[in-house]
């Protein structure tokens, strides 16, 4: 059992660094698209009217997937505080409890997302660059599939803290 945990914590480790590498893709180039359409706006006097799709898509894909990598790491809002108040045992009994509601959540994101996507995919598309909405509304499921794995591996023994994040980021750029 304790090797199966180290090797899913593993794959997510795995996991959490392209998704992350995907992120900060998606970042950089919503930034490129974004500082490039206020540039052409400015030189040109009118505005490229594809700009804000590929935005929405980009900043769509960039939350959902960014969300679910900082999961297993406790990225997301919490109170700190119950950490001093609450002994290991008890730390352990909140984990299982967040565990269960985001996989509910996540169970949600997924279902649901994929019926919206499928759904809204069918018959619309984006406005100037014909995309069919389907690929806009793909990144919820997403987001909720990675959701659930990092909460599952949060809830398990050798889940990382959230400052080994920075550790690790700090050694990255080095």
Do not use: C
Request: glycine share 8%.
């Amino acid at each position: 059992m304790k090797k199966t945990i180290e090797l899913y914590q593993t794959f997510l480790t795995h996991l959490e660094r392209v998704t992350l590498a995907f992120a900060m893709m998606l970042a950089a180039v919503l930034l490129l698209v974004n500082a490039g359409g206020i540039i052409v706006e400015q030189l040109m006097g009118s505005s490229l009217v594809w700009v804000e799709e590929i935005s929405v898509l980009l900043f769509a894909w960039l939350v959902f997937s960014g969300a679910g990598a900082i999961a297993r790491r406790n990225g997301h809002i919490g109170v700190d505080i119950l950490h001093d108040y609450l002994g290991p045992r008890q730390m352990s009994v909140i984990k299982v409890i967040f565990m269960v509601l985001t996989l509910i959540v996540a169970w949600v994101m997924v279902y649901h997302g994929y019926k919206m996507a499928q759904f809204v995919g069918r018959s619309q598309t984006s406005l100037y660059l014909d995309i069919s909405l389907f690929y806009y509304y793909l990144s919820v499921p997403l987001g909720g599939l990675i959701l659930g794995l990092n909460a599952v591996g949060a809830a398990l023994p050798g889940a990382p803290e959230k400052d080994d994040l920075m550790d690790e980021v700090e050694e990255a750029s080095i």
